[in-house]
């Protein structure tokens, strides 16, 4: 189906049964690397800042293409043997859904393709393939069987288009829409991003279409914590809700915050979690079609912001780790975590922050080299000073010298030139989405600030 549910194509096909298949005998590796969706939002960000079109191409029974390595028998299906020898077995060549290495042999398959053909893979992100002819650039991104690709000369376009239907069967879909359920809308000023079909959908299954909106997902000062009196709620259905909720989180960062707090009582839910996840589905029920927009007139300058909530926990007394990424003013990646251990001091919690926003500011910086984008001394903004006092002074004093020893890695990395850690004041502190729950001025500030806007205005 497509993103408005009506069927555009029917499938059938054998599938292979392959739990039956025995490790080192008919199989040896089975992972085929899969795009992250910071991948994809870098790639839709990327096709934004360069206004190109990006479009989209689906291979037809993809993984019937793979070349397998190792030697595969399968039974004959019921209902299709060959009267004659009916006991006999098919020897595959290539593979069949089911199989457990048929991920793998269909990526190795087209990656082999795709480099002969004068594409180069990505250093960092091997579903990314690049190649440049005269100064213009195609890139193309791989999701299993589902291709997207933009070049900044059309002519690319169509030559990759060209070349993929000479050897594989193809259907072309277009300009990109809908991808890994994501709904993206392209215009000449720039892309829109948003999951409305989706939430439209949850709402329906959860019976949240006659309720009443809510203005933030999570009131604040926060309560929540393990209510170990409290009525125990239905297990399943409570972590049906939040399963769904966290796939959200794809284009949503402004319930991150409260879907991964409520995430965290899914062992024994109370009647108090629950309320807490229903209000998120209320406040969705208001802002369905809200998604992220990334602008065509805007930089690409890489920056990140870090910040924590000190013992926020109510169940552990951990810290929350907050953090996001941007390039330019188009939100990329963005994060809520509780720490893994617990922090003597908010300066402590606040450099532990910093660190995880440093480890992907640094996987970005790296990603975007395949981009041609170079990034040095790249900015990210803390609230805390001492913080940044700690991160700056490579001594390890009283302060510091428990601390972890891969959190130090911040240090090296400030020395090395490599990022900058910068002060901030808390109220425009935008990862304070990401670590607390807000008043409703402050969280309605902090989305427009990430450049979050409602696709019916």
């Not at 065509?296 to 910040?307: H, P, Q, R, V, W």
């Amino acid at each position: 189906m497509d993103e408005e549910g009506t069927v555009i194509r029917n499938k059938a096909r054998l599938v292979a049964q392959g739990y039956r298949q025995e490790e080192g005998i008919d199989y040896d590796e089975t992972f085929a690397p899969v795009a992250r969706l910071e991948a994809i939002r870098i790639f839709l960000t990327h096709a934004a800042y360069k206004n190109f079109r990006v479009f989209q191409m689906d291979v037809k029974s993809a993984f019937l293409n793979g070349e397998l390595a190792e030697e595969v028998y399968v039974k004959q299906p019921p209902g299709f043997e060959d009267p004659v020898h009916p006991n006999y077995v098919y020897r595959l060549d290539k593979a069949l859904y089911g199989l457990k290495q048929a991920p793998h042999a269909w990526y190795d398959t087209l990656v082999d393709f795709l480099l002969k053909n004068k594409y180069t893979r990505g250093k960092i992100d091997n579903t990314l393939f690049i190649k440049q002819t005269s100064g213009n650039l195609i890139l193309v991104q791989i999701y299993v069987d589902d291709i997207i690709f933009g070049a900044t000369d059309q002519s690319l376009c169509d030559e990759f288009a060209s070349l993929m239907k000479s050897q594989y069967e193809m259907s072309m879909m277009g300009e990109l829409t809908f991808f890994l359920g994501l709904q993206v809308k392209q215009s000449s000023d720039g892309i829109f991003i948003n999951q409305s079909k989706y939430i439209r959908d949850l709402l329906k299954k959860f019976n949240f279409e006659n309720s009443s909106p809510m203005k933030t997902p999570m009131a604040p000062p926060l309560k929540l914590h393990d209510d170990p009196d409290g009525v125990s709620v239905d297990i399943t259905s409570y972590r049906g809700m939040i399963d769904s909720l966290l796939y959200l989180t794809a284009s949503r960062p402004d319930i991150m915050f409260a879907t991964f707090l409520c995430a965290r009582y899914q062992a024994n839910p109370k009647e108090s979690h629950l309320a807490a996840v229903k209000r998120i589905f209320r406040y969705l029920k208001g802002t369905m079609n809200l998604g992220l927009w990334y602008p065509k007139d805007s930089g690409f300058d890489l920056m990140g912001y870090s910040d924590s909530d000190f013992a926020g926990s109510k169940i552990d007394r951990k810290s929350t780790t907050g953090s996001c990424q941007l390039l330019g003013d188009k939100l990329v990646s963005w994060s809520s975590k509780k720490q893994n251990s617990v922090s003597t001091s908010t300066a402590e919690a606040e450099y532990v922050a910093a660190g995880s926003c440093c480890a992907q500011i640094l996987w970005m910086k790296n990603q975007l080299r395949d981009y041609n984008q170079l990034y040095s001394h790249i900015p990210i903004l803390c609230d805390n000073s001492s913080a940044i006092a700690i991160a700056n002074n490579p001594v390890l004093h009283s302060r510091s010298k428990h601390i972890d020893i891969r959190y130090h890695f911040i240090q090296d990395h400030i020395s090395k030139g490599d990022i900058e850690l910068h002060f901030i004041p808390t109220d425009l502190q935008l990862t304070d989405l990401f670590t607390k729950p807000l008043d409703e001025a402050q969280f309605k500030f902090l989305i427009g600030e990430l450049g979050m806007l409602n696709a019916d205005l």
